[in-house]
């Protein structure tokens, strides 16, 4: 069919509005012969009917497969230049026990970002010495927290933390494991609120201000300085960057093997992956492989010894293996007015939005769609999938085509939204955050509940839970 003028260049009309585009969707995602979005062996009605909607669907065996692959890849590839890998999921993409412990099981180790975080891990039943605490605040609680059940490395962010962590570990009676976050100066290609390496941000120190800092770190006695640590952004394609962010780091961080051993370099995450059939992002295999001849050529011209390299996918892991499913409630055509011709635009609300995802809203992030409870041989139409908070800016989907003849009542899909749709989840508008389920062999498990009205209401001071307020759903 011919383009719409209001879509987007990289948006291709030829491909069919019912077709399943490969890398967007879980490894166990298929249409039945009737049409119907299955996920792991159960349909998408059926889900619906049983959890209602918005629902985020995990295929786990593609989880769990994913976090192996992830890290056979990484161990192989700096096994094969003589060096070795240490892998971390990264739990802010999305974290439940469930998932702990499927990426634990998986041979992956954790890394969490906050008290909360390290309270879910812990709850999985994650040994400690697996987990890094991460963050570029952590309260004085979370410090003595993470010290007193045995972290396994904590990552510094500022010489307060030095010196906060450094009293911790002598007060509780142990010697803490500890890395620097150090700004390698990259910048990479990806939005700038996600972009995590350059001097002028939150995270981190600078290659000049690090040795000065590894020194007071290690004159600590209940320290032990076990590396530096950097993560350039998330959501990047290729591995430019990568290698330039570690060239710059092993030259660090051989200059401070004079003082000490520096048995780890960890090079962080930010690994991403298909939203839309236009991204092509590099696979895993490929950027260990390159990530692996870089860091052996570095060390050989450094005249130095691979160290220990750790690295921290998050979205890699979990992103392509959750679908969320949406109930349409109403459609509306409008018309543009675009280089002096008029052109339709198609808007399918549904019932969730920025609460279940912001990252449309956060970063612009383009997302795919497909209707889910049938396919249609209607002539496609240019849609946009809006949610229903009152924000104009509240967009699930910018731009897609489905079958034009796409209606109330049809469950619609977005692949690829394992990670940050849950983690960034809020009650806009009072919404309750709803649940996720697990499929697995035909099997359909909540992993977390979903939430209810009287959920919302329990924080709330000023309501007596024993007296329902007319009118309101019990």
Same mark, same amino acid.
């Given at each position: 069919?011919e383009?719409?003028?209001?879509?987007?260049?990289?948006?291709?009309?030829?491909?069919?509005?019912n077709?399943?585009?490969?890398?967007?969707?879980?490894?166990n995602?298929v249409?039945?012969?009737?049409?119907?979005?299955?996920?792991?062996?159960?349909?998408?009605s059926?889900?619906?009917?049983?959890?209602?909607?918005?629902?985020?669907?995990v295929?786990?065996?593609?989880?769990?497969?994913? $976090?192996?692959? *992830?890290? !056979? /890849?990484f161990?192989?590839?700096?096994?094969?230049? &003589? =060096?070795?890998?240490? +892998?971390?999921? #990264?739990?802010?993409?999305?974290?439940?026990?469930?998932? $702990?412990?499927w *990426?634990? !099981? /998986?041979?992956l180790?954790?890394?969490?970002?906050? &008290? =909360?975080?390290?309270? +879910?891990?812990? #709850?999985?039943?994650?040994?400690?010495?697996?987990?890094?605490?991460?963050?570029?605040?952590?309260s004085q609680?979370?410090?003595?927290?993470?010290? &007193?059940?045995?972290?396994?490395?904590?990552?510094?962010?500022?010489l307060?933390?030095?010196?906060?962590?450094?009293?911790?570990?002598?007060?509780?009676?142990?010697?803490?494991?500890?890395?620097?976050?150090?700004?390698?100066?990259v910048?990479?290609?990806?939005?700038?609120?996600?972009a995590?390496?350059?001097?002028?941000?939150?995270?981190?120190?600078?290659?000049t201000d690090?040795?000065?800092?590894?020194?007071?770190?290690?004159?600590?006695?209940?320290?032990?300085?076990?590396g530096?640590?950097?993560?350039?952004?998330?959501?990047?394609?290729?591995?430019?960057?990568?290698?330039?962010?570690?060239?710059?780091?092993?030259?660090?961080?051989?200059?401070?093997?004079?003082?000490?051993?520096?048995?780890?370099?960890?090079?962080?995450?930010?690994?991403?992956i298909?939203?839309?059939?236009?991204?092509?992002?590099?696979?895993?295999?490929?950027i260990?492989?390159?990530?692996?001849?870089?860091?052996?050529?570095?060390?050989?011209?450094l005249?130095?010894?691979?160290?220990?390299?750790?690295?921290?996918?998050?979205?890699?892991?979990?992103?392509?293996?959750?679908?969320?499913?949406?109930?349409?409630?109403t459609t509306?055509?409008?018309?543009v007015?675009f280089?002096?011709?008029?052109?339709i635009?198609?808007?399918?609300s549904?019932?969730?939005?920025?609460?279940?995802?912001a990252?449309?809203?956060?970063?612009?992030?383009?997302y795919?769609?497909?209707?889910?409870?049938?396919?249609?041989?209607?002539?496609?139409?240019l849609?946009?999938?809006?949610?229903?908070?009152?924000?104009?800016?509240d967009i699930?989907?910018?731009?897609?085509?489905?079958?034009?003849?796409?209606?109330?009542?049809?469950?619609?899909?977005?692949?690829?939204?394992?990670?940050?749709?849950?983690?960034?989840?809020?009650?806009?508008?009072?919404?309750a955050?709803?649940?996720?389920?697990?499929?697995?062999?035909?099997?359909?498990?909540?992993?977390?509940?979903?939430?209810?009205?009287?959920?919302?209401?329990?924080?709330?001071m000023g309501?007596?839970?024993?007296?329902?307020?007319?009118?309101?759903?019990?």
């Amino acid at each position: 069919m011919e383009s719409n003028p209001l879509a987007p260049d990289w948006l291709d009309a030829s491909v069919d509005a019912n077709a399943l585009w490969p890398g967007l969707w879980s490894a166990n995602t298929v249409r039945a012969t009737d049409g119907e979005l299955v996920v792991a062996g159960v349909a998408a009605s059926q889900l619906v009917e049983q959890f209602g909607t918005p629902l985020y669907v995990v295929d786990e065996a593609h989880a769990r497969n994913r $976090a192996v692959e *992830v890290r !056979e /890849a990484f161990e192989r590839e700096l096994g094969r230049v &003589g =060096g070795r890998a240490s +892998v971390y999921y #990264a739990g802010k993409a999305f974290l439940c026990t469930e998932v $702990a412990r499927w *990426v634990t !099981e /998986a041979g992956l180790n954790i890394d969490v970002a906050s &008290g =909360g975080e390290l309270a +879910v891990a812990l #709850a999985a039943g994650v040994a400690p010495a697996r987990l890094g605490f991460h963050g570029n605040n952590k309260s004085q609680t979370e410090i003595d927290r993470a010290v &007193g059940v045995g972290v396994g490395t904590i990552v510094m962010d500022s010489l307060w933390e030095i010196e906060r962590v450094a009293e911790s570990a002598a007060r509780q009676g142990v010697t803490q494991r500890v890395r620097l976050r150090v700004n390698s100066g990259v910048h990479a290609h990806t939005h700038s609120f996600l972009a995590t390496a350059h001097e002028d941000q939150k995270f981190g120190v600078t290659i000049t201000d690090a040795p000065a800092l590894v020194a007071r770190i290690r004159e600590h006695s209940a320290l032990n300085f076990v590396g530096i640590h950097c993560h350039i952004g998330s959501q990047i394609f290729g591995t430019a960057g990568f290698a330039e962010s570690a060239s710059r780091l092993l030259a660090l961080h051989s200059e401070l093997l004079a003082g000490g051993p520096v048995p780890e370099l960890n090079l962080g995450g930010g690994f991403g992956i298909a939203y839309t059939p236009a991204d092509e992002p590099t696979p895993i295999g490929a950027i260990a492989a390159e990530i692996a001849d870089m860091v052996a050529a570095e060390c050989a011209r450094l005249g130095i010894e691979i160290p220990l390299i750790a690295l921290e996918p998050g979205r890699a892991v979990i992103g392509t293996s959750t679908a969320t499913l949406y109930t349409v409630g109403t459609t509306k055509d409008v018309t543009v007015e675009f280089d002096g011709t008029n052109a339709i635009r198609r808007y399918v609300s549904v019932d969730g939005g920025m609460s279940d995802n912001a990252r449309p809203a956060l970063y612009e992030a383009d997302y795919s769609v497909r209707i889910a409870n049938r396919v249609s041989d209607a002539p496609q139409q240019l849609v946009r999938i809006a949610g229903k908070h009152c924000e104009s800016g509240d967009i699930v989907v910018y731009a897609d085509y489905l079958p034009g003849d796409v209606q109330p009542g049809d469950i619609v899909a977005t692949p690829a939204t394992g990670a940050y749709c849950f983690s960034l989840s809020s009650n806009y508008n009072y919404l309750a955050r709803p649940p996720v389920v697990a499929v697995r062999d035909g099997v359909a498990r909540v992993i977390v509940r979903g939430e209810t009205e009287q959920d919302l209401l329990a924080r709330d001071m000023g309501v007596n839970l024993k007296q329902p307020n007319d009118g309101a759903p019990q």
